[in-house]
């Protein structure tokens, strides 16, 4: 049985710059066409589309195997007439060889896209797609780019958040110095791609469900939680007066340490009291109280301490706060920090006491569930 060499050429160039009626057939016929394509048009990658459906021919024919190579060439320049074309000459070839099976030789992308038309005819082997060597990089970087462009999801990913910004840049110019303006533009790219990066959309996309899923369930975390936002801009407030207040030229760390100091209470207030709203969902659910949610409480309050003790030692430090006074003696900052960390330490053992005694979970079982969903994540 014979195997069919195929050279597909589906824009036609070898059939117009040869004139010579298709397809084409056979070892001296094909070399022949090789010479007119090249003389025509040598930088035509078509000649090294023929040049290597010759070369595979000959492999053939050194390994005992009966072959033949042909050349199918597009005789329309409509993608249908030229796709009609091809296939009625590959019928022609089928008619003429009755062949086993097609090895498709391609030069192109677009001459790939005949493949399930001599398919249809001809069992395929194998397809060889030859690329000019000086040319290979530029082909692959044109291949992905169109891979690329072709993927709906990377284009609004990528190119989305590029293109605003170079519509942003012309109006930042204008308004600002050249500085201002491209550090506007890096900060919009960046927090663009954290957006995508970091799965920030889907969040967001499912936000309003869930939203909606707690609101029609009545559970009070949806109140906590507001509660919660309340509070941690109420620190938030308290902590910028509180950094305002100091003695202008102060050092830019000492009011972000002052900052801290203020709203670190109100910030874990705001904690625990989201904290203390999923603990009562939990009981209203009547499912029992997991460990992780009984501890949490414990846990934001015992890192408020730990925190405001090391704000509180760098600000006694500076003299920026008189130091503190329990039972009529006054504390140095070192005694200071270490009544705050031990605070703190209490505070998380006492929290993990109640955990132990209260919730439903022993720890093997929250390990368990964290490696179940570690797992699926995977």
């Known amino acids: 049985m014979t195997t069919l060499v195929i050279c597909v050429d589906r824009s036609g160039a070898i059939g117009r710059a040869t004139n010579v009626p298709m397809p084409v057939a056979g070892w001296e016929a094909v070399r022949s066409l090789v010479t007119d394509a090249g003389l025509d048009d040598p930088e035509d990658a078509s000649v090294n589309c023929l040049l290597e459906s010759l070369r595979v021919a000959r492999d053939l ?27 009625s000459q590959l019928d022609d070839l089928v008619e003429r060889y009755d062949p086993r099976a097609a090895i498709v030789v391609v030069d192109s992308a677009e001459d790939e896209r005949v493949l399930p038309v001599v398919e249809s005819r001809i069992p395929v082997d194998s397809v060889d797609r030859v690329v000019v060597r000086q040319a290979r ?36 110019f204008y308004w600002f110095s050249a500085g201002e303006a491209v550090a506007g533009v890096a900060g919009l790219l960046g927090a663009a791609l954290l957006y995508k990066g970091l799965a920030v959309d889907r969040l967001v996309a499912g936000l309003p469900e869930r939203v909606r899923e707690a609101l029609y369930a009545g559970q009070v975390s949806v109140v906590t939680y507001v509660v919660a936002g309340g509070l941690a801009l109420v620190g938030g407030f308290f902590g910028f007066l509180a950094a305002s207040n100091l003695t202008p030229g102060s050092a830019r760390l000492v009011e972000v340490v002052e900052f801290t100091y203020a709203a670190v209470p109100w910030f874990a207030v705001a904690g625990v009291t989201a904290a203390v709203g999923r603990l009562l969902d939990e009981l209203i659910r009547d499912e029992g109280i997991r460990t992780p949610y009984l501890n949490l409480p414990f846990v934001i309050a015992a ?25 009529g003696m006054t504390l140095t900052p070192v005694q200071q920090l270490a009544a705050f960390i031990v605070g703190g330490i209490v505070v998380s053992l006492v929290g993990v006491k109640v955990a132990s005694d209260v919730g439903t979970e022993t720890l093997e079982d929250v390990i368990d569930a964290e490696r179940d969903a570690d797992g699926r994540r995977e």
């Open 303 to 327: 890192v408020a301490l730990v925190v405001r003790g090391f704000a509180g030692y760098f600000l006694a430090q500076e003299a920026i706060h008189e130091p503190l006074s329990a039972y």
């Open 61 to 87: 024919r050194d390994e005992r195997e009966e072959s033949v190579v042909a050349v199918v060439s597009a005789e329309s320049d409509t993608a249908v007439g030229a796709d009609r074309s091809i296939a």
């Open 137 to 172: 990089d530029i082909e692959s970087t044109y291949y992905l780019l169109k891979q690329f462009l072709a993927d709906e999801q990377l284009r609004s990913t990528v190119l989305v958040p590029f293109g605003v910004a170079l519509l942003l840049v012309p109006a930042l």
